[in-house]
């Protein structure tokens, strides 16, 4: 199978870095065994970004390594210690070259040496309970997970910079031409479809320097898919001029320059776009006498029809400096109008889910759906095995507006509440009215608002009560053990000969 060496689309998976998460940690020293909290923030991951380097020409590279994924970031550590960035991955890619997504919208065009385009973003680094600590939560129990970086699938598609194109049937000469006027070899040989690939050249015209491509493979059809052109036409989207390279020396029955001349000229209006360019002809091939003679006989035709023609012979080099010059004075012309194109980085940043606002709940068959760029992120940010965690996001959201908002709209306690990407949205049983403040204290690691039933918590605040009818000799333990089984150990005080006398009986004398 033979490797290609020149590719111009490819399909490409980019996968940025996830950040590092946050990290839960107390400070501890002699004698100081809680010094407050001390656990660092992750660091962010690497961003994969398209940059535009002039001595690229071709995606090949990519067609043999279509997944390219940048560095994750380092998990933060006790002590303040953050975590480490990852690396951005910068991918070289040809000047020219359109960033589209799968189903043909355009992302970016990418044109100038330094251009950048940063395709996917790194996700964010998770904070750690340093970071979390305030006045009323001086010692966070949690930190915050990192986030997971962009991934999308991407289409590079190469269209050569060149400031001239040549267009023609196959074997009118263009290969021939270029090796001509430049020093560019591309492969020449006398059958059709010989060039496979756009050939550049880089030519000289008095004081202005250019580049002349050509386009392989155009022939009646093009536009529709026959031969290489409908592959290639884009090649000349950029190009400030067309040269039609004409064959005046073809074996082929029934063609002429001027039938020639009419076939390309309707596939490149059929392909659109390039009705603005000028025109210049070349006659080709008019060192063959045959060459000659219908050079002579078309050439005023051509020029009755607008365009500047000249007669040239690829081989002996015959015509081809007066034609180096036209090129270059239309290259000129076209540089002057054109403002200078200055190196540009692009981040890309997508529309966010809910139109632009903070959030948006609609109501669909599974439940109340919460979109937004804010939530959806707080709860990619959750570690949900932690409850003082899920307590902080619960005050997130409803700071945010979110209980508020779906009580509005008619959501009663049970419901489902799914934030997020329909295809990965986390499920909330909705309980209007819960308390918000992460003031509420709790032992670390939990949030007492989410705990319906704590059993050591009434225990400890029945023997707080119970403490205040203890007898004298009675410890703490004796007032919970008699809590606990008060048919074995009975009431702390009483009266002898009473009722809550354990050790008097009714026939007892003195018995009440």
């Known amino acids: 199978m033979a490797i290609p060496t020149f590719v111009d689309r490819v399909t490409l998976h980019v996968s940025a870095g996830r950040g590092g998460h946050g990290v839960a940690s107390v400070h501890r020293e002699k004698f100081k065994p809680l010094g407050g909290p001390d656990g660092g923030n992750g660091g962010p991951g690497g961003s994969v970004i398209l940059r535009v380097e002039s001595d690229v020409t071709t995606l090949?590279?990519?067609?043999?390594?279509?997944?390219?994924?940048?560095?994750?970031?380092?998990?933060?550590?006790?002590?303040?210690k953050n975590g480490s960035h990852g690396a951005d991955l910068v991918l070289p890619v040809p000047d020219g070259t359109v960033v589209a997504h799968k189903n043909g919208e355009v992302i970016a065009d990418l044109v100038g040496p330094g251009t950048e385009l940063v395709i996917a973003e790194g996700g964010r680094g998770g904070l750690g309970n340093a970071a979390l600590a305030s006045a009323?939560?001086?010692?966070?129990?949690?930190?915050?997970?990192?986030?997971?970086?962009?991934?999308?699938?991407?289409?590079?598609?190469?269209?050569?910079?060149?400031?001239?194109?040549?267009?023609?049937?196959?074997?009118?000469?263009?290969?021939?031409?270029?090796?001509?006027?430049?020093?560019a070899r591309p492969k020449i040989a006398d059958y059709p479809?010989?060039?496979?690939?756009?050939?550049?050249?880089?030519?000289?015209?008095?004081?202005?320097?250019?580049?002349?491509?050509?386009?392989?493979?155009?022939?009646?059809?093009?536009?529709?898919?026959?031969?290489?052109?409908?592959?290639?036409?884009?090649?000349?989207?950029?190009?400030?001029?067309?040269?039609?390279?004409?064959?005046?020396?073809?074996?082929?029955?029934?063609?002429?320059?001027?039938?020639?001349?009419?076939?390309?000229?309707?596939?490149?209006?059929?392909?659109?776009?390039?009705?603005?360019?000028?025109r210049l002809v070349a006659?080709?091939?008019?060192?063959?006498?045959?060459?000659?003679?219908?050079?002579?006989?078309?050439?005023?035709?051509?020029?009755?029809?607008?365009?500047?023609?000249?007669?040239?012979?690829?081989?002996?080099?015959?015509?081809?400096?007066?034609?180096?010059?036209?090129?270059?004075?239309?290259?000129?012309?076209?540089?002057?109008?054109?403002?200078?194109?200055?190196?540009?980085?692009?981040?890309?940043?997508?529309?966010?889910?809910?139109?632009?606002?903070?959030?948006s709940v609609t109501e669909t068959e599974d439940g109340w759906r919460v979109r937004g760029s804010k939530p959806e992120r707080w709860v990619r940010q959750t570690d949900f095995s932690n409850d003082e965690a899920v307590g902080f996001l619960a005050d997130r959201l409803n700071r945010l507006g979110v209980e508020t908002r779906l009580v509005e709209l008619g959501a009663v306690e049970g419901d489902a509440v799914l934030i997020g990407d329909p295809d990965n949205a986390v499920v909330f049983d909705f309980k209007p009215g819960l308390d918000a403040g992460a003031e509420n204290l709790a032992r670390r690691g939990e949030d007492t608002r989410l705990k319906e039933n704590r059993p050591a918590r009434e225990r400890r605040r029945a023997i707080e009560d119970a403490m205040d009818d203890r007898s004298e000799t009675e410890t703490r333990a004796d007032v919970a053990r008699r809590l606990d089984k008060p048919e074995v150990y009975g009431p702390s005080s009483y009266d002898i000969g009473t009722d809550d006398d354990p050790d008097w009986l009714e026939d007892d004398p003195g018995a009440r």
């Open 136 to 183: 009323k939560r001086k010692a966070p129990g949690f930190a915050l997970l990192g986030e997971p970086g962009d991934e999308l699938e991407i289409v590079l598609e190469l269209k050569v910079v060149a400031d001239i194109g040549l267009v023609g049937f196959p074997s009118a000469g263009k290969s021939s031409l270029i090796a001509s006027i430049s020093r």
């Open 193 to 278: 479809f010989t060039t496979l690939v756009p050939n550049l050249g880089v030519v000289t015209g008095g004081e202005v320097t250019f580049t002349v491509a050509d386009v392989p493979g155009l022939i009646e059809g093009a536009s529709d898919g026959r031969g290489l052109g409908h592959d290639f036409l884009r090649h000349v989207e950029r190009c400030a001029a067309l040269v039609h390279v004409l064959d005046t020396a073809t074996f082929e029955p029934g063609r002429n320059p001027l039938d020639d001349l009419d076939i390309i000229e309707r596939e490149l209006t059929q392909y659109g776009g390039l009705e603005d360019r000028p």
């Open 60 to 80: 090949v590279d990519y067609h043999h390594s279509p997944h390219r994924k940048a560095e994750h970031g380092d998990h933060g550590g006790g002590s303040h």
């Open 283 to 359: 006659l080709n091939k008019v060192d063959v006498p045959d060459g000659r003679d219908i050079s002579d006989m078309v050439i005023d035709d051509l020029v009755a029809r607008g365009l500047r023609v000249f007669p040239v012979s690829a081989a002996s080099g015959e015509g081809t400096r007066e034609l180096v010059f036209a090129m270059a004075e239309i290259v000129s012309a076209a540089r002057e109008e054109r403002a200078v194109e200055v190196a540009q980085r692009i981040v890309l940043r997508p529309p966010s889910a809910d139109g632009g606002s903070d959030f």
